[in-house]
C-alpha cells in the first residue's frame, strides 16, 4: 500500500495558508488514524488536525514553516516501519556525537531545525549535535541556540589573557549584570501578523470617528446584586455586565440600521440580523467570536455562550467558524483597568461599543451632587456609512437601555 500525503486542510473562507506551529506526534513514529497529528496556525485561530491514516510517519515540513492550503507536508506509510528509539547518551559510541549528520530526530540533525534555527547555525557555524535541545522531543530551539553560543562566547573570553594596564578611559555606562540580554527577538504568530495587517488595512480603508458619553451603572448593578443568588440557581451562570451591552446594543442598532451595515464595493448591505462579536484577550491576541442571532438569546444564553467561547480561546480550540459572521463588535477594556480609549473597527463591519472601568464619580442628579459608579462609552464607527446623528443617536440609545435596564425588556 502506498503512503498516504499529510494536506494541509482548508480552515475558512479566505484563508489560503498557515503556519506549522508543531508537530505532536516525532518523525518516524508510528500514528492511528483520527490522532492529533499537527498544529495549525492560522490568522482567525489554531487548529489541531488528525491522522489521515494509520502507519510510520515522515515529516516533508518543519515547525515555524509557511504551508499553502491544500499543500503535502508529509506522508504516513501504512506498510513502514517506525523509527528505533534514541539510545541513551551514554551508551552511544564515541564518534557518533561527532556527526550531525548521525543524530537523530531529537533536533541535532540540521535537517529538523526550524528554519530560523537552521539560519542562525549557518551563520555561526555552530554544529548542531552540540546543543541541548529543551524543545518537544529534545528538538533545538531559537534559545538553545543563542544560549550555546553566549556560553561559547563567554568562555573564549574567560580564556583570553589579560590585556596590558593602559591609562584609565572616561567610563561608559554598562549594562547591570545578571539582567540578560537587552534585546529578544521572536517571530509574530500567524494571528499577530494577520491583526497587525488587518489593522492597518482598516484604519486606510475606513473613514473611523469615534464618538463617547457616559453611563450610569447604578441599576445595572442593583439588578445584578438583587437577583445574583437567584440568578446563579436557577440559570447555573453568573449575570454579567456583557448581557445587559448585548441586549442594550442590540436596541440600538435596530433603531439605527446602519450602525449594523457593512459597505461592499458601491453597495450598503443592511444585515437584518444580529451576530454580535464578543471580543476576547487570549495569549495568542485578541480574538473576537460571535453571538449568532443573539437578539434571539436570552441573558442567560448569552452569558453561557460567552463563557464557553472564553473557555475555548484560552485553551485554542476556537475555531474559526466561532470567528466569522459578526455583524458589529463589542470591546471591554475596562477588564484591564482603561478608563478610556477609541476602539479600532473589526472589518467588514461598520460599527464597535467600547467598553471601559466603572468609577465612582461625582455626578449632578436632580440638581444634587451624587456619587455613582459611571463608566465611560466610546462608538467607533465609520463614517462613510453613517453620520454622526446616527452614531451619537445610538450610543445614547444604549445609555439610555443601561440606565433604565427595564427598558430593554419590553423593548421600548
Not at 16 to 28: C, K, N, P, Q
Not at 35 to 54: G, Q, R, W
Not at 75 to 84: E, R, S, V, W, Y
Request: hydrophobic share 40%.
Amino acid at each position: 500500500m502506498s503512503a498516504v500525503s499529510i494536506k494541509v486542510p482548508g480552515v475558512g473562507e479566505s484563508i489560503t495558508e498557515g503556519i506549522l506551529s508543531r508537530w505532536l506526534v516525532a518523525d518516524g513514529s508510528q500514528v492511528k488514524a483520527g490522532d492529533p497529528l499537527f498544529e495549525l496556525e492560522t490568522d482567525k485561530a489554531t487548529n489541531i488536525v488528525p491522522a489521515p491514516a494509520s502507519g510510520v510517519l515522515k515529516f516533508g515540513a518543519a515547525e515555524g514553516d509557511v504551508v499553502a492550503i491544500g499543500a503535502s507536508i508529509g506522508t504516513i506509510d501504512p506498510a513502514g516501519t517506525p523509527a528505533p528509539a534514541a539510545k541513551p547518551a551514554e551508551k552511544a559510541p564515541p564518534a557518533a556525537a561527532a556527526k550531525p549528520e548521525a543524530a537523530d530526530g531529537g533536533g541535532s540533525s540540521t535537517a529538523t531545525l526550524a528554519p530560523s534555527v537552521r539560519r542562525i547555525v549557518a551563520e555561526e557555524g555552530i554544529d548542531p549535535s552540540k546543543v541541548a535541545g529543551t524543545g518537544r522531543d529534545g528538538r533545538i530551539t531559537k534559545g538553545d541556540v543563542l544560549e550555546h553560543l553566549e556560553a561559547a562566547t563567554a568562555t573564549a573570553k574567560a580564556a583570553e589573557p589579560p590585556a596590558a594596564a593602559k591609562p584609565a578611559a572616561p567610563s561608559v555606562p554598562s549594562p547591570a549584570p545578571g539582567r540578560g540580554e537587552r534585546e529578544t527577538r521572536q517571530r509574530m504568530s500567524g494571528l499577530r501578523q494577520r491583526i497587525a495587517q488587518r489593522l492597518v488595512e482598516v484604519q486606510q480603508t475606513a473613514a473611523i470617528l469615534t464618538t463617547f458619553n457616559e453611563v450610569d451603572m447604578t441599576r445595572v448593578m442593583d439588578l445584578r446584586s438583587k437577583y445574583k443568588e437567584k440568578y446563579q440557581k436557577a440559570h447555573g451562570v453568573s449575570l454579567g455586565f456583557m448581557s445587559f451591552f448585548v441586549k442594550a446594543t442590540i436596541e440600538a442598532i435596530k433603531a439605527f440600521p446602519a450602525v449594523n451595515a457593512r459597505i461592499e464595493g458601491n453597495e450598503i448591505v443592511y444585515q437584518n440580523y444580529f451576530n454580535i462579536g464578543v471580543a476576547v484577550s487570549t495569549e495568542r491576541g485578541l480574538m473576537v467570536p460571535v453571538l449568532r442571532d443573539a437578539d434571539a438569546l436570552s441573558f442567560a444564553e448569552i452569558e453561557k455562550a460567552i463563557g464557553a467561547f472564553a473557555d475555548k480561546a484560552r485553551k485554542g480550540t476556537i475555531g474559526v467558524d466561532d470567528l466569522q459572521g459578526g455583524t458589529f463588535t463589542i470591546t471591554n477594556g475596562g477588564v484591564f483597568g482603561s478608563l478610556l480609549s477609541t476602539p479600532i473597527l473589526n472589518p467588514p463591519q461598520s460599527g464597535i461599543l467600547g467598553m471601559h472601568a466603572i468609577k465612582k464619580r461625582p455626578v449632578v442628579v436632580d440638581d444634587q451632587i451624587v456619587i455613582r459608579p459611571m463608566m465611560y462609552l466610546a462608538l467607533s464607527y465609520d463614517h462613510r456609512l453613517i453620520d454622526g446623528r446616527e452614531a451619537v443617536s445610538a450610543l445614547v440609545r444604549i445609555k439610555d437601555c443601561l440606565e433604565d435596564p427595564e427598558r430593554m425588556l419590553l423593548s421600548i
